[in-house]
Structures are given as structure tokens and as C-alpha cells.
């Protein structure tokens, strides 16, 4: 089995790479500017991106300013199995990702599909 092809880190007009391209599936990625949507992006890419996705963020943003990101969100667009994995990488305070994977809000949303 041959890996998939790394993601073109070719920016586009703002910086961008091209291979961020699907994860903006819903709206014209032509208009997605990292300097005007950066917390879109951000958020997009941690969401719902590839591997190669987060390292070229990790590019952009380093590990403190991840941290912030997220803390001043308290977690919210990303999965209780996702906040997991940024406690651990960003060592983030167990009881503060507790707080937000155990609120009503996110129990009510992530159980939607559960019956």
C-alpha cells in the first residue's frame, strides 16, 4: 500500500495552501484568507483536517497560541475525542478539558446519533 501524497504546501494568493482546499468544501476558498478568517481556519483544520493539515498550521501557530485558541473557546467545535488529543499535545489542564468535555451542551450534541 503506497501512503497518500503529502498535501501541496503551495500557498495560494493569501497563503493558503492549495491542499486545504477541501476542507472548505462549503464556502468559495478562493475568498478564505488566513489574515481576515484566521480563527475559521484555525478551527477548520483542527476540526476536521488530515494530519498534514495540522502540521502546516503548526507551521503558522505555535503551541502556546494553539493553547490559547482553544481555551478561549473552551473547547467548543472540536469533539470530546479531539480536545482529548490537544489536552495531551498541548498539555492542556486536565480539569479544564474535564469541565468542557463533561458540559450539558456538548453531552446533548455528541450524543445526537446515539439511540
Known sequence: MTAAPAMSLQPSSDGL?????PLFWDVDFELVSWHVHRDYVI???L?????????????RLDDDA?????????GR????????????VLDLPSALVDAWVQSE???????????
Do not use: A, H, M
Not at 17 to 21: A, C, K, T, V, W
Not at 105 to 115: A, F, L, M, Y
Open 77 to 88: 467545535g472540536l469533539s470530546s475525542r479531539q480536545l482529548r488529543f490537544w489536552q495531551v
Open 47 to 59: 476540526s476536521v483536517g488530515s494530519w498534514d493539515s495540522i502540521c502546516w498550521l503548526r507551521t
Open 105 to 115: 451542551g456538548r453531552k446533548i450534541w455528541e450524543g445526537r446519533g446515539r439511540g
Open 66 to 74: 494553539l493553547r490559547r485558541w482553544i481555551e478561549q473557546r473552551q
Open 43 to 45: 478551527g477548520r483544520v
Open 17 to 21: 495552501p492549495e491542499g486545504l482546499r
